[in-house]
Nanobody, 124 residues
Framework: QVHLVESGGGLVQAGGSLRLSCAAS????????MGWFRQAPGKEREFVAA????????NYADSVRVRFTIARDNAKNTYYLQMNSLKPEDTAVYYC?????????????????WGQGTQVTVSS
């Protein structure tokens, strides 16, 4: 059983920073791609960032490139999303996801496991 648990969301002012964490358990993720998605009220869930658990390639949505950075701690089996220069339009529920495909895919349907989400609210 795969478990992904997000944490680190909250309320922040525009221009501020947050770091989201995704604690992964249940199997070895070294061959997986880990991704972050977000869903704002009334909108579709959209891709934010992804990278293979093993390897250095990354994939970012244009809207967050430069401002957001993904990282991982192999010893803790934890995946991170560092979010800087936050904007009100970044307000959404953020989801961690795992794909059995070893590519930094941005396609939601290619992710097999999902966390429960964590709310990020950016005030103007």
């Amino acid at each position: 059983q795969v478990h992904l648990v997000e944490s680190g969301g909250g309320l922040v002012q525009a221009g501020g920073s947050l770091r989201l964490s995704c604690a992964a358990s249940g199997r070895t993720f070294s061959s997986y791609t880990m991704g972050w998605f977000r869903q704002a009220p009334g909108k579709e869930r959209e891709f934010v960032a992804a990278s293979p658990w093993r390897g250095s390639s990354t994939n970012y949505a244009d809207s967050v490139r430069v401002r957001f950075t993904i990282a991982r701690d192999n010893a803790k089996n934890t995946y991170y999303l560092q979010m800087n220069s936050l904007k009100p339009e970044d307000t959404a529920v953020y989801y961690c996801a795992a794909s059995r495909r070893f590519l930094a895919t941005s396609i939601r349907a290619e992710y097999d496991y999902w966390g429960q989400g964590t709310q990020v609210t950016v005030s103007s």
